[in-house]
């Protein structure tokens, strides 16, 4: 059998002026609504897992169960930490301390993006992944 196919369309040329920065997209708001959801949820998932891997054993059946019987938001507001404890904050800011000096002293090549919209050149240090195994090094150590 001889299979044809279907005369090719000419292909449209992009326009290069045109703003392409947000684009309509299919929901209103995106682009405020998305990162805005991101911002908000990602600490109540980080905080909730924490609290099942550590707390409950994982068991994340035993946390929705517990969801069920007292309420979503009053679970939440049981397990969530004290933002005033000063332990936690100094580890904080020691984590911090130590990637900014990962940041300034690990040697790296410097990486140039591509340019803006209004025609600046962003210059990274290209050192990410040596601070992530660094980090990731001196927590096992820390650890053990």
Request: hydrophobic content about 40%.
């Amino acid at each position: 059998t001889k299979t044809t196919m279907a005369p090719s369309t000419p292909r449209k040329e992009i326009d290069k002026s045109a703003d392409w920065s947000v684009g309509t997209g299919c929901l209103p708001g995106r682009d405020a609504i998305g990162p805005l959801f991101l911002m908000l949820s990602t600490p109540c998932f980080s905080i909730i897992y924490y609290h099942v891997v550590t707390q409950m054993q994982g068991n994340f059946l035993k946390f929705a169960q517990l969801c069920l019987d007292q309420g979503f938001f009053h679970v939440l507001n049981t397990i969530w930490p004290n933002s005033f404890d000063p332990e936690t904050w100094k580890m904080i800011a020691c984590f911090l301390g130590f990637q900014l000096i990962l940041q300034r002293f690990v040697p790296a090549k410097k990486f140039y993006a591509s340019i803006t919209p209004k025609g600046n050149v962003p210059v990274y240090t290209a050192n990410g992944m040596e601070s992530y195994f660094i980090t990731i090094l001196t927590l096992l150590s820390l650890n053990h």
